[in-house]
């Protein structure tokens, strides 16, 4: 079955910077697009970044120039780096394959705070 499992969560300070990984399973990883998702409390689930199979990355405005997305289909990992994190950054942060359905893992929790 499909699998998506999401680490390297943490609390940075501002300014800071993260990596999240996540790696997949069930399905041919190589062929699919992959997301990263976040969730702030109180607000609806919103889209980060996206790279395509062919490795085209799409980013939200707001994490332009400081977030970047990558892939290794050779690990079935799909990888988000965080630069310069904010205070508004604070989410759970969750991954995402589309296969007939979108796929979700259970997420990764994400605080900035000095």
């Known amino acids: 079955q499909v699998q998506l499992v999401e680490s390297g969560g943490d609390l940075v300070q501002p300014g800071g910077s993260l990596r999240l990984s996540c790696v997949a399973s069930g399905f041919p990883f190589s062929r699919y697009d992959m997301s990263w998702y976040r969730q702030a409390p109180g607000k609806a689930r919103d889209l980060v970044a996206t790279?395509?199979?062919?490795?085209?990355?799409n980013y939200a405005d707001s994490v332009k120039g400081r977030f970047t997305i990558s892939r290794d289909n050779a690990k079935n990992m799909v990888y988000l780096q965080m630069n310069s994190v904010k205070f508004e950054d604070t989410a759970v942060y969750y991954c995402?394959?589309?296969?007939?359905?979108?796929?979700w893992g259970q997420g990764t929790q994400v605080t900035v705070s000095s």
């Open positions: 790279i395509t199979n062919d490795g085209k990355t």
């Open positions: 995402q394959a589309w296969l007939i359905r979108p796929f």
